[in-house]
C-alpha cells in the first residue's frame, strides 16, 4: 500500500462576465492528490491521508478519488472550508493566482488526530504546501520521521510561494525533510528558487550524504538524471505535442514509485544500488509517463496499459 499525505483542493478558473456577476470553472487539484489518483492508475494500491471538507468541494473531491479506486479511509473530515485556488487573467493576459486556504480543511490535521497507517502500508509519499503549514505540516513531517524505520519516505517539494512567501522557510522544511527521505524528486525550477548559488548536481550530492539514497530532479523538456551515491543516469523527455504540463511533475512520481514496485526496489538498501542502466530505465519510464499528461488537457494521468 501507498499512502499519499498532503492537500486537496479546488482550482477555481474565473471566466467571461455574466450580467450578475461571472463564470467559474472549479476543478479537482492538489498535487499530493494527482500523486495518489496517478498510482491508482497504475494499477498501484493507494489511500490518500489528507483533511477534506464536508462542504460540496469537499464531497467532490472525495467522489473523485473514490472513482479512481483510491482508499478513502484515512481522510479526516471537517466542517472547515475547501482550499480554493483562484486563477485569473489580467488584461494584458498574463495569469494572476490568489490562495485561500487559511484554516482550510486539508490544514486541520494534528498530531492527536492523526490516523493510524494500514499494517499493509510500504511507502509514505509526501510533499507539497501541507508539509509547509500549520498544524498539518508538523504532525506530518512527525509522521514522515517516525516510519523512516520501519516504510520507505518518498518526498518531492513542489514549491508554491502562492501559499507560503518565505523561502527560509521553505528551506528549512525542505532540508529537514531531505533528512528523513530515502527518496526525493524535485523539479530545477524549485532548485533554482531554494539554493539559487548550486547546481543540481551539488545539491544532489548534499542530499545524498544527508541520507537520501536516490536523488531524482526533473527538468521538463530537458529530461531528467537522478543519482544515487554510486550511480548516476541522464533521460531525455519523449517528444510529444504538449497540450499543458498540469500534472506533469506527479505523474513522474507516481510512475517511478510504480517502477520501483515493479522491480522490487522499494527499500532503502536497493534504492541504493540501483545501477545506471536502472536507473535510466526508471526516469525513460517515468518520463513517458509524464509525457502522456502533458499530451493531454489537465491532469489526466495515464493508465498502466498506456505504458506498455
Not at 486563477?87 to 495569469?95: E, T
Not at 509547509?132 to 506530518?140: F, K, M, N, R, Y
Request: with cysteine.
Amino acid at each position: 500500500m501507498f499512502v499519499v499525505c498532503g492537500e486537496a483542493l479546488m482550482d477555481v478558473y474565473m471566466g467571461a462576465s455574466t450580467p450578475t456577476g461571472m463564470t467559474l470553472d472549479a476543478r479537482i487539484g492538489g498535487s499530493p492528490l494527482n500523486v495518489a489518483q496517478g498510482l491508482a492508475r497504475l494499477a498501484r494500491p493507494s489511500a490518500f491521508l489528507t483533511g477534506l471538507s464536508t462542504d460540496a468541494l469537499g464531497e467532490r473531491l472525495l467522489a473523485s478519488l473514490r472513482a479512481e479506486g483510491v482508499d478513502t479511509s484515512l481522510i479526516l473530515r471537517s466542517d472547515a472550508p475547501s482550499t480554493l485556488s483562484v486563477v485569473s487573467v489580467d488584461a494584458s493576459g498574463v495569469p494572476r493566482y490568489a490562495f485561500h486556504g487559511n484554516g482550510a480543511a486539508d490544514r486541520q490535521i494534528t498530531h492527536d488526530t492523526l490516523p493510524a497507517l494500514p499494517p499493509s502500508t510500504r511507502v509514505l509519499q509526501l510533499g507539497s504546501y501541507a508539509l509547509v503549514v500549520e498544524p498539518v505540516g508538523s504532525a506530518l513531517r512527525a509522521l514522515a520521521a517516525r516510519e523512516r524505520e520501519r516504510r520507505l519516505i518518498a518526498y518531492d517539494p513542489n514549491v508554491r510561494l502562492n501559499v507560503e512567501p518565505d523561502l527560509s522557510h521553505w528551506r528549512a522544511i525542505v532540508e529537514q525533510m531531505v533528512s528523513i527521505a530515502h527518496l526525493v524528486k524535485v523539479s530545477d525550477e524549485d532548485l533554482g528558487l531554494l539554493f539559487p548559488g548550486e547546481t543540481p548536481e551539488q545539491v544532489a550530492a548534499r542530499w545524498l550524504s544527508q541520507g537520501a539514497s536516490l536523488v531524482a530532479v526533473t527538468r521538463g523538456r530537458h529530461g531528467a538524471t537522478a543519482w544515487t551515491r554510486n550511480a548516476q543516469a541522464d533521460a531525455p523527455t519523449p517528444e510529444t505535442k504538449v497540450i499543458d504540463t498540469v500534472g506533469a511533475g506527479d505523474t513522474f512520481q507516481a510512475a517511478m514509485l510504480t517502477w520501483l514496485d515493479e522491480h522490487d526496489a522499494l527499500t532503502p538498501d536497493a534504492l541504493s544500488k540501483l545501477d545506471a542502466a536502472s536507473l535510466d530505465a526508471l526516469l525513460r519510464f517515468a518520463a513517458r509517463a509524464a509525457a502522456i499528461t502533458c499530451s493531454r488537457r489537465g491532469a489526466d494521468m495515464p493508465r498502466r496499459a498506456e505504458l506498455d
